[in-house]
């Protein structure tokens, strides 16, 4: 049987044979399902943030409260979630793909199971 692909975009690969990602190679054939991850990140430095800065600003200084306060804020707004391929084979789970890009994830997500629906 002729080798398709599926998806192919920069160091990634979908084929009905083969999934390559970061110069690791997954054999399709031992793949028996696959699903999206999504790790949210860690939030609690942000948010403590946030409350020192309010405090400060209300009780002493309220430059150095602003200046918290933005510091807090800018981490809960610009931290992205991190988002993962796995893949479920006979050994078990793997975290095959991480990306910050959700369509991108669902993109390589959708081709795995293209590949295995092809496959048979």
Do not use: C, W
Not at 41 to 66: D, F, H, K, Q, W
């Amino acid at each position: 049987m002729e080798e398709r692909t599926f998806f192919e975009q920069g160091n990634v690969k979908v084929t009905n044979a083969r999934f390559v990602s970061d110069g690791q190679t997954y054999a399709m054939s031992n793949v028996t399902s696959v699903k999206p991850f999504e790790k949210k990140p860690p939030r609690a430095l942000g948010i403590i943030l946030v409350l020192v800065g309010l405090g400060v600003m209300v009780g002493a200084n309220t430059l150095l409260g602003l200046l918290v306060l933005g510091v807090g804020l800018a981490i809960l707004f610009v931290i992205k979630p991190v988002y993962h391929v796995l893949l479920a084979t006979s050994a078990g789970e793997t975290r095959a793909l991480m990306t910050k890009d959700r369509e991108y994830l669902n993109q390589v997500v959708h081709a795995v199971n293209e590949a295995m629906i092809h496959r048979g």
